[in-house]
Nanobody
Framework: QVQLVESGGGSVQTGGSLRLSCAAS????????LGWFRQAPGKEREGVAV????????YYADSVKGRFTISQDSAKNTLYLQMNSLKPEDTAMYYC?????????????????WGQGTQVTVSS
């Protein structure tokens, strides 16, 4: 059974950095999309960054390009999101997600498995 557990959230000031981790278990995660999504209060959940495990192709939302980097450690079955130059508008609950289905990588409807989320708060 696929399980995703996020960690690494917290509170930082504008311009700061955080690294989120997602420990994945229950699958080999071959040919999977692994991604990070976020949801701010009163807003829809949006795709932030995704990686395709076979080949390592990455996808980013325009709002985070150049600031966030997604990566994976296949040996540890761990997904990371390095977030730099954080802004108050990055404040949200961040979720790790996984799917072996083909679809739009940054669209939440593509994803089957979800973690519980980790809160990121950026103060000005």
């Amino acid at each position: 059974q696929v399980q995703l557990v996020e960690s690494g959230g917290g509170s930082v000031q504008t311009g700061g950095s955080l690294r989120l981790s997602c420990a994945a278990s229950g699958s080999t995660y071959s040919n999977f999309y692994l991604g990070w999504f976020r949801q701010a209060p009163g807003k829809e959940r949006e795709g932030v960054a995704v990686i395709y495990t076979s080949g390592g192709r990455t996808y980013y939302a325009d709002s985070v390009k150049g600031r966030f980097t997604i990566s994976q450690d296949s040996a540890k079955n761990t997904l990371y999101l390095q977030m730099n130059s954080l802004k108050p508008e990055d404040t949200a609950m961040y979720y790790c997600a996984a799917t072996d289905l083909l679809g739009w990588p940054l669209r939440q409807s593509t994803y089957t498995y979800w973690g519980q989320g980790t809160q990121v708060t950026v103060s000005s």
